[in-house]
């Protein structure tokens, strides 16, 4: 690790002097500084001649690399204490909450596969606690805490793929039983604000064990850790990466962020592309007004490119102990976790985990929600909802992959391997040499219930060049044949397209752009059986699980990855 600045100071440079300096110093090489006097002294040696010379300037170098060994294992040793008191410094940092608070009646641990693998769920709280120092970075007056922001965070088994779901704070949801700071239990069963589960007891540390408890009510999903960042940790932890990159649709003022001022004010945040730490992050993934319609809605997708542009930065810096405890310094400091996750040691080896995720890999979506009509809150679409739990609960990406991380046991030893389906016939390749294909954008649709057909699709798309992207589940899995949708001013690129599905169906639509909804006749062209009648639920082999119903366009067209373009997607409604 680098010598780096933390909240003791600067760590010292090696003081000078020594034996090795005193060595360096009588062999002629000069000490810290001295350069020029060594280099006269090498000159006149070079002047006289034979073997004595020759033993003379031969010596330094055997001295060199003892030099370089002993400077070596120095900086080894600085490097061992640095870290040894950054991992004694974080331990100290880190608070957990009452883990007796977590429900006794939870949903069960997910199993490993064949392999060890398990997916992780990460549930992630922003707090807004007015405590401490955190009414100076906008946190109010009031006193208690609310969950600004919450996130349950999926890692699947195979820890390539994860997904962020965001739960709208003002979601009415059933609140369960939950213990308050003074050891009772509420008796639960009434319908509340979602945030309402963090301020449950009125303390400036929130509740975590009770929207932990809530969220496992909600989803059905056992939540294997609680991570809570209140507004100081957040602005240390943008600063300790050197800022995070965002982008606005048009600029922000005082008056913006502080709707209670009588004036529109200066402009905290410019309009397009910029580098955001500390207050003006904070301002950022709080911001509500002034952009969009000023609903939570917006704001949930500003704080989901927010975090897919922290994770991108984090993972192009590397995911090594020198990256990550300088972080990790930064967030403990304001950083309540669950007791699985109360030591220097497992936080790091829980971010180290996380390596192998592609960010295109990382998706984030809302759970689905819609406004109320006798009030400004929201309800959870419990029918859409549910299929996303589902999709979870069996490892399954948003885009119809199996992410379990398991892999096909191989044959036993002098048998044969088990039947292979047929090859996929050769489909057309798009015309050799056609560069203009790397313009076409191809929204890709699975109109089967055949899992990763899409992504099947896809790959074909971008192995001819074109510009594919998986969109997910179609309106309806019935489609016996493929199918080409395309607007205005785009059959001619269409036809393209249709040259890598044979036998597909060709149709105008009022729609932008140029749609693949993948059927049965794809499938079969990939030796991917159907796995239900068209129209009929999904059904597997005996001892097999049920894969899970297709999920809704309204998930999977609203999904961002963690390399989205930063400036798109960044509002909700109309005002801006």
Not at 382 to 410: F, H, R, S, V, Y
Not at 477 to 489: A, F, L, Q
């Given at each position: 690790?680098p010598?780096?600045?933390?909240a ?17 110093a ?13 280099g ?6 070079a ?8 033993r003379?300037s031969a ?6 690399k ?14 061992a ?8 410094k ?11 608070a ?23 709280i922003?707090?807004?606690s ?13 006193g ?5 922001t919450?996130?349950?965070?999926h ?17 009415k ?24 589960a ?5 303390s400036?540390?929130?509740?975590p ?15 294997d850790?609680?991570?809570v960042?209140?507004?100081n ?12 990159d ?15 001022l009588?004036?529109?004010?200066a ?10 730490e500390?207050?003006k992050?904070l ?45 990790a310094?930064a967030?403990?400091k ?8 109360d ?6 080896s ?7 995720i ?8 809302t ?8 009030d400004?809150d ?21 885009d ?7 892999q096909?046991?191989?044959p036993?030893e ?6 292979q ?5 050769t489909?057309?390749?798009a ?5 203009g294909?790397?313009?076409?954008r191809?929204?890709?649709y ?15 798309l ?8 998986t ?12 199918t ?12 393209k ?10 149709q ?12 049965q006749?794809f ?8 796995g ?7 059904s ?5 699980p ?8 309204t998930?999977?067209?609203e999904?961002r ?7 798109a ?8």
């Amino acid at each position: 690790m680098p010598a780096t600045e933390d909240a003791a100071g600067a760590v010292p440079s090696p003081r000078a002097g020594g034996r090795a300096e005193a060595r360096r110093a009588a062999q002629g090489k000069g000490g810290r500084g001295g350069g020029s006097g060594g280099g006269a002294t090498d000159a006149a040696g070079a002047s006289g001649g034979g073997r004595a010379a020759a033993r003379k300037s031969a010596k330094p170098k055997k001295n060199v690399k003892k030099i370089v060994a002993w400077s070596t294992a120095g900086a080894l040793v600085v490097v061992a204490g640095v870290g040894g008191a950054i991992y004694l410094k974080l331990n100290a940092n880190i608070k957990s909450f009452d883990g007796d608070a977590i429900a006794r009646n939870r949903p069960p641990e997910a199993k490993a596969d064949a392999d060890g693998n398990k997916p992780v769920n990460v549930l992630l709280i922003g707090s807004d606690s007015r405590g401490k120092n955190n009414a100076d970075l906008g946190g109010g007056e009031d006193g208690g805490a609310r969950s600004d922001t919450t996130i349950l965070l999926h890692v699947y088994a195979d820890h390539k793929h994860a997904v962020g779901i965001s739960i709208p704070r003002n979601a009415k949801v059933e609140l369960p039983s939950c213990k308050l700071p003074n050891g009772k239990w509420t008796k639960g069963g009434n319908t509340d604000l979602f945030n309402a589960a963090f301020s449950m007891g009125g303390s400036d540390d929130g509740n975590p064990a009770c929207t932990q408890n809530t969220v496992e009510k909600l989803t059905g999903i056992r939540v294997d850790h609680t991570l809570v960042v209140d507004f100081n940790g957040f602005a240390s932890m943008t600063s300790a990466v050197n800022g995070v990159d965002i982008c606005l649709p048009k600029p922000i003022y005082e008056g913006d962020i502080n709707p209670k001022l009588p004036k529109k004010g200066a402009v905290v945040l410019p309009q397009g592309k910029q580098t955001v730490e500390g207050q003006k992050a904070l301002d950022y993934v709080r911001l509500r007004h002034g952009i969009g319609d000023g609903s939570d809605i917006g704001r949930m997708k500003r704080q989901q490119a927010f975090l897919g542009s922290l994770a991108s930065k984090i993972k192009k810096e590397g995911m090594n102990p020198t990256t990550l405890l300088p972080l990790a310094d930064a967030a403990t400091k304001s950083l309540v976790v669950d007791p699985g996750l109360d030591s220097a040691d497992k936080l790091l080896s829980f971010g180290l985990s996380l390596k192998n995720i592609d960010m295109h890999d990382l998706k984030f979506v809302t759970v689905p929600w819609r406004y109320r009509t006798q009030d400004q809150d929201l309800d959870i679409v419990q029918a859409d909802a549910g299929k996303l739990w589902e999709t979870l609960k069996a490892d399954q990406t948003i885009d119809g992959q199996n992410a379990t991380g398991q892999q096909p046991d191989a044959p036993a030893e002098g048998t044969s391997p088990a039947p292979q389906p047929p090859a996929a016939p050769t489909t057309p390749a798009a015309p050799a040499g056609d560069a203009g294909n790397s313009a076409i954008r191809v929204a890709v649709y699975n109109g089967t219930t055949v899992n990763g057909l899409a992504g099947k699709a896809t790959e074909q798309l971008k192995g001819a060049k074109f510009t594919a992207s998986t969109a997910g589940q179609a309106a309806s899995t019935r489609y016996k044949t493929s199918t080409i949708e395309y607007g205005s001013g785009q059959k001619a690129n269409a036809e393209k397209v249709a040259a890598l599905f044979p036998g597909a169906d060709l149709q105008s639509s009022s729609a932008r752009g140029i749609s693949v909804i993948v059927g049965q006749d794809f499938a079969a062209a990939m030796g991917m059986a159907s796995g239900a009648p068209a129209g009929g639920a999904p059904s597997a082999a005996p001892g097999v699980p049920t894969p899970p119903p297709p999920l809704p366009t309204t998930i999977t067209n609203e999904a961002r990855s963690a390399d989205d373009d930063i400036c798109a997607n960044t509002s909700y409604g109309s005002g801006g």
